[in-house]
């Protein structure tokens, strides 16, 4: 172990070599050495030489070399003649105030604050690091109006006493309502402290209190931003600000002010307003945007300006809730029947009109509960009155102009535009609505009815219609017999002329046969007549009744062919007298039937032109002629 402190015996010279430095010069020169980073905070012990051995009453740092704390520090530096057995000097560090934040200062000595204020004023000390400065100009004791800003400061902290707080930040669309704590007490009728320039803010608060500031809320509002704010000396509060929306206007009312002059006239007798800055209700209202408006010195009300609608309804607010607390009207007829009314009113404040709406009524709320609600509940009550639960039903659309008229007249005299008064939802009793009910369903019924039946005849004429257009065909097809026949009839007739002439050129020497034959043949063809003539009647009559069902088509028909048959053989007897008729038509008839009526060889007795002879030898002259005709005949 000797060994090992032998080794480092210059180490421990040097250790002795310092100590004694420090010794000598610290006891025989006095001398003291101050670091860069620190401050000498002296405190002298007693007194050598001098008058001033004690100090004053009530003080406790010495200023002019009395015994006790002394308010001069030393500063980084060589100092000499501060023996150790005199004074006794400690290293205090610097006094740093970080970024954002600010010192606040309490003075342990100074003089006293007078009466009625709280913080101490200003005084010229180099940042309070010249603390004998500080009391030899005047500073007083307690807490300090001024502050330390971010930065490094050589304080005596034997007199100062430093507390670190926060900057005060107000943020964006926000604003900073300030009260001061210290300051002139606010004149008597008024609310906040007067306005006072040059402050920047409230930051150099001496100079508010050098011009006359007022203690207590002020006027003025601080805006977004980072301030330097005693809280000693000012207390904020952050607000959001005053936003106006499109389709809005701010009325203002101000608490504070002098008493301006009424702007109305003498027709307008329910508020004064005044000029901008005056007591009262502002002539001109702010527009849409932001404001930085002080709470509690002026209020600033909303009024739109766009048509608002109101609604007397339970079930349907607007968003304005200015209609929350109206609800569905009730009335009573004239014959006693309660109903409910629902009812809208479109109203229109006019910008230029709002401060008198506001200087009469405060505000909107108050406009629709003292006017409007008693205005259109009480007109409708009275308007259902005069009839009852049918006819306002039924007269909804005019007493709906009427109620319009009326409540415009009204609200004119408020200020107030009335665009449109419109009725609701009507909701009768429900036995009466029954009643209607009832009886409308019956009134639709027998209108049902009445389209049933004239559907059914309708369709019955339809069916007649189509029954005929069916059977138009077949009358088409009657008539076009009937033409067919007509004209047969005429062709035969001129066939019977016709004939008839050429019967009485070439059987000129058969006329007395013919008439004989045509008389035989008219009489069986009369006979015939009659008889088809009978048969046509009643088979006529027969199909009558089936034409009164299907159509009079083949009965026409049938008659036309009668008739032109008929009127075929009345021509035809007209044209070869009845004698000649009959014998034409008993020859034609005999003639369909292949029956001879003169014979080939007449044999005539001896009164006749030949004899026998001569007819048996005409009847084989005749087979020889004709062989094949003959063999034909003799087969048959």
Request: some cysteine; glycine content about 8%.
């Amino acid at each position: 172990m000797e060994n090992y402190l032998l080794s480092y015996w210059w180490v421990v010279l040097i250790v002795l070599c310092i100590a004694l430095y420090k010794f000598i010069f610290r006891f025989l020169f006095g001398m003291v050495m101050v670091p860069e980073d620190k401050i000498g905070l002296v405190t002298k012990k007693f007194v050598l030489f001098g008058t001033n051995k004690e100090l004053p009453d009530g003080r406790i740092i010495a200023t002019k070399g009395e015994a006790g704390f002394q308010a001069k520090a030393l500063a980084p530096g060589l100092y000499f003649g501060k023996w150790v057995w005199q004074f006794d000097i400690f290293m205090a560090s610097f006094t740093v105030i970080p970024e954002g934040k600010i010192g606040l200062v309490l003075s342990k000595d100074g003089a006293g604050i007078p009466t009625g204020n709280i913080l101490a004023h200003q005084v010229d000390s180099d940042s309070y690091q010249d603390a004998e400065k500080f009391l030899n100009n005047g500073g007083q004791r307690g807490r300090q109006i001024s502050y330390l800003t971010a930065g490094s400061y050589r304080i005596n902290t034997l007199l100062f006493q430093i507390s670190v707080t926060d900057m005060i930040r107000i943020q964006e669309s926000m604003v900073g309502i300030v009260t001061t704590l210290d300051g002139l007490p606010i004149e008597a009728g008024q609310i906040a402290g007067k306005i006072v320039d040059d402050h920047n803010n409230f930051q150099n608060f001496d100079t508010f209190i050098k011009k006359g500031g007022n203690r207590g809320l002020q006027p003025q509002v601080v805006l977004a931003g980072s301030y330097n704010l005693n809280p000693w000396a000012v207390q904020m509060e952050e607000i959001p600000m005053t936003e106006i929306s499109i389709g809005y206007v701010g009325v203002v009312i101000s608490y504070i002010g002098q008493d301006g002059k009424d702007l109305t006239g003498n027709d307008f007798k329910h508020g004064n307003i005044v000029e901008k800055g005056f007591k009262g209700v502002w002539l001109e209202p702010l527009g849409p945007g932001k404001y930085p408006i002080n709470k509690y010195i002026m209020k600033v009300e909303l009024v739109p300006t766009t048509n608002l609608v109101l609604n007397w309804a339970n079930s349907r607010n607007e968003a304005h809730n200015l209609d929350k607390n109206l609800s569905t009207i009730t009335v009573r007829s004239k014959d006693g029947f309660p109903f409910n009314l629902d009812v809208a009113q479109i109203i229109h404040v006019p910008s230029t009109e709002a401060p008198k709406v506001i200087a009469r009524f405060g505000n909107m709320v108050n406009l629709v509960s003292q006017v409007l609600e008693p205005t259109i509940g009480n007109y409708f009550r009275n308007s259902a009155q005069d009839s009852d639960v049918i006819a306002f039903l039924s007269t909804r659309k005019e007493r709906q102009e009427s109620a319009k008229s009326h409540i415009k007249k009204v609200l004119d005299e408020y200020n107030v535009n009335a665009v449109d008064t419109l009725i609701g939802d009507i909701v009768p009793p429900d036995t009466l609505m029954k009643t209607l009910t009832d009886r409308k369903i019956a009134e639709e019924q027998k209108i049902t009815y009445d389209t049933q039946k004239k559907a059914q005849e309708t369709r019955q004429g339809m069916e007649k219609e189509t029954a005929i257009a069916d059977m138009q065909k077949d009358i088409v097809k009657a008539q076009q017999s009937v033409e067919i026949s007509e004209r047969t009839a005429n062709a035969t007739v001129k066939k019977a002329e016709g004939d008839a002439t050429s019967v009485k050129l070439n059987v000129g020497a058969e006329a007395e046969a013919t008439k004989m034959r045509a008389h035989a043949e008219a009489e069986s063809t009369r006979a015939r007549a009659q008889a088809d003539s009978e048969a046509i009647r009643l088979k006529a009559s027969a199909q009558a009744e089936q034409i009164s069902l299907t159509g009079n088509a083949e009965a026409g028909k049938i008659l036309a062919i009668g008739k032109s048959t008929a009127e075929a053989y009345e021509l035809a007897v007209k044209a070869l007298g009845g004698e000649n008729f009959t014998r034409y038509k008993i020859t034609e008839e005999l003639a369909k039937g292949n029956i001879k009526l003169i014979p080939d060889v007449l044999i005539s007795g001896n009164n006749g032109n030949g004899s026998a002879i001569d007819g048996i030898l005409g009847l084989k002259l005749m087979e020889m002629i004709n062989p094949i005709k003959n063999e034909g005949q003799s087969k048959l």
